[in-house]
């Protein structure tokens, strides 16, 4: 069975400070892993996400994240906050074989100018 | 990358009445499609899953005669809830996937469908 948890559900930074949102995962096989952004009634935008091979994932809007199987975990990072970044952020994993996919609890990011 | 349509995107409807949610994927076959639902200031639940031309799978605590689902083409799957209640107002989320398919290692999700029912 998979499960994600995301510790903190609300993230504040200021604007041009790193950005980490985190994200654990359990999975009874190797985890496809995904980040996704949520704006405001919006649906679902694809950050990055992690099947096999480079544990180091680069994403849209200069985010990435890394892949670490002793940890089980999967942070997301940015060197720089922009105002733009503000939203909610969900990690998720994914079965193999039908892409069903377990939804973290989501953090929400303000960014402060 | 594919792309998942959801309409409407924005629905209010009376206590009692039914609403229909229609999920297309545009430019592949999606023989699996997911519906989620997400409740106020929480995470994505996934209601079912949906194979085309077969039933759908619920999970466990969902109310399989309140959200019909309907997947009879590669391209097009519907969540009808029935008889809706002020309780089942939420943002509901569809997305759609190609079994089979090697360079599908995600599902595609739709722009999701705010539900508000009064």
């Known amino acids: 069975a998979q499960s994600v948890t995301q510790l903190g559900s609300h993230v504040s930074v200021s604007e041009g400070a790193l950005v980490l949102l985190r994200c654990n995962y359990s999975?009874?096989?190797?985890?496809?892993l995904f980040w996704y952004v949520q704006y405001p009634n919006q649906g679902l935008q694809l950050l990055l996400k992690y099947t096999t091979g480079a544990t180091l994932v680069k994403g849209i809007n200069g985010f990435e994240a890394e892949f670490k199987k002793s940890e089980t975990s999967f942070h997301l990072t940015k060197p720089s906050a922009h105002m733009s970044d503000a939203a909610e952020y969900f990690c998720?994993?994914?079965?193999?074989?039908?892409?069903?996919?377990?939804f973290g609890s989501g953090t929400k990011l303000n960014v402060k100018p | 990358g594919a792309v998942v349509s959801q309409h409407p995107s924005r629905v209010i409807c009376k206590s009692g009445t039914s609403v229909k949610i229609e999920c297309r994927s545009l430019?592949?076959?999606?023989?699996?499609m997911f519906w989620y639902r997400q409740f106020p200031k929480k995470s994505l639940m996934l209601m079912a899953t949906s194979n085309e031309g077969s039933k759908a799978t619920y999970e466990q605590g969902v109310e399989k005669d309140k959200f019909l689902i309907n997947h009879a083409s590669l391209t097009l799957s519907t969540l009808t809830v029935t008889s809706a209640h002020p309780e089942d107002s939420s943002f509901y989320i569809c997305?759609?996937?190609?079994?089979?398919?090697?360079?599908?290692?995600?599902?595609?999700f739709g722009q999701g469908t705010r539900l508000t029912v009064v």
């Open positions: 998720a994993v994914s079965d193999h074989d039908f892409n069903k996919f377990y």
């Open positions: 999975s009874s096989v190797p985890p496809y």
């Open positions: 997305s759609a996937s190609s079994q089979g398919a090697i360079s599908f290692t995600e599902a595609f």
């Open positions: 430019d592949f076959q999606a023989t699996t």
